[in-house]
Every structure is written in structure tokens, then in C-alpha cells.
């Protein structure tokens, strides 16, 4: 049986998939986070909170997309070629108002042919949290 310390990276590959029923909440009680490299990409994550006795999984939305969901946003807000938008930037600091985002993401729904909830739309801050929930709608399909 293995054992993960915090900062220790493990592979998908050779972690039970059934992580959560291998070990006990007390053994991952010093464990913050694992990055589980997947297809040589090491972009999802594990997290463990001492406040709660689960592991919670977070995965980023593929590079690709979030370029794409940039590039969306950069159209839908007028902004000059040269603006850097990245995953961690936010729409209210672009200078979108609430009419702004509605329009970004209508314009998120044509383009990946997807449907968002308004409960969803309300809780997209971030180029990041837009690409999330795409990848997320993406794979409900």
C-alpha cells in the first residue's frame, strides 16, 4: 500500500481509483493538495480540507478552451488586440457590467453549443471559472 505525504505527486496510472474508500479521512488529515498527472497533462487536482473529511476533485478546463473562452471575451468586449485576458482574469476588471457578461455568455453558448443556467452564469467570475463550466456542460452531452 502506498502512502502520499503533502507535495508528494502520484499517477493516475499506479492510485487505486477508488482512492477515497483506500484511505481513512485521518490518514489524509496533513495532505493539502495532489496533482494527478493524466495523458502526460497535470492540470486536475486533488484537495483535502481539515474541515472536511472528503476529498473534493478540481479540474481545470483544457488550455484550449480557456484560449477560446478568451478570445470570446476579448470579441464580446471590444478589447484591443494587444489586451492580455487570461484564465485568472476577471470579467469586472475588463470592464464588463452584468449586461456584458450575459452577452459573453450567450456568445460562450453559440460557440460550444451549449445551454447555461442562469444559477451557473451568476457564478462565473473569471475567464477560468467560464472555461470550467464549459468543459463541465461539455462533458454532461
Known amino acids: 500500500m502506498a502512502t502520499f505525504t503533502a507535495g508528494t505527486p502520484i499517477c493516475m496510472k499506479s492510485a487505486s481509483c ?14 493539502s493538495l495532489i496533482s494527478l498527472p493524466i495523458s502526460g497533462k497535470s492540470f486536475p487536482s486533488l484537495s483535502s480540507s481539515k474541515l472536511a473529511s472528503r476529498l ?27 489586451s492580455e485576458v487570461t484564465g485568472e482574469s476577471k470579467f469586472t476588471v475588463l470592464g464588463a457590467d452584468s449586461l456584458d457578461t450575459v452577452e459573453i455568455v450567450m456568445g460562450l453558448e453559440e460557440e460550444f453549443g451549449i445551454s447555461v443556467e442562469e444559477e451557473s452564469a451568476q457564478s462565473i467570475l473569471t475567464v477560468q471559472d467560464a472555461a470550467d463550466l464549459i468543459e463541465k456542460l461539455i462533458g454532461k452531452k
Open 56 to 82: 473534493q476533485v478540481f479540474c481545470a478546463a483544457k488550455p484550449e478552451t480557456v484560449t477560446k473562452v478568451c478570445e470570446i471575451v476579448k470579441k464580446q468586449l471590444a478589447l484591443p488586440d494587444n
Open 18 to 31: 477508488s482512492l477515497k474508500h483506500a484511505y481513512a479521512p485521518s490518514r489524509l488529515s496533513s495532505l
